[in-house]
């Protein structure tokens, strides 16, 4: 399977964005997602998983109730809506499989 990130950009505190995940080959119903990040300098941290149907959701503690990940198997694109942007959400976000394929991400500013 491939990935393709989108929908980063530039927005200011408080802001929202939606960052959608395409992928294309594989088995897309078969795999669970996550969205990972990695903020400059700092390692790679995990952000959200989404289970294979999509009934089951994780976030990590600082952006449970502000980001929402959500799943449509039939365009096969994962979605993570992130809502009241902070300034260190700023990273560039990745779309990963539970096999490990990561694509290519997106890079996220959150600045006034």
């Known amino acids: 399977v491939q990935l393709v990130e989108s929908g980063g950009g530039l927005v200011q505190p408080g802001g929202s964005l939606r960052l959608s995940c395409v992928a294309s080959g594989g088995t897309f119903n078969q795999l669970a997602f996550n969205w990972v990040r990695q903020a400059p300098g700092k390692g790679l941290e995990w952000v959200s998983s989404?289970?294979?149907?999509?009934?089951?959701?994780d976030y990590t503690g600082s952006v449970r109730g502000r980001f929402i990940i959500s799943r449509d198997n039939a365009k096969k694109i994962v979605y993570l809506d992130m809502n009241s942007l902070k300034p260190e959400d700023t990273a560039m976000y990745f779309c990963?499989?539970?096999?490990?394929?990561r694509g290519q991400g997106t890079q996220v500013t959150v600045s006034s």
């Open positions: 990963e499989t539970s096999e490990g394929v």
């Open positions: 989404i289970s294979l149907s999509g009934g089951v959701t």
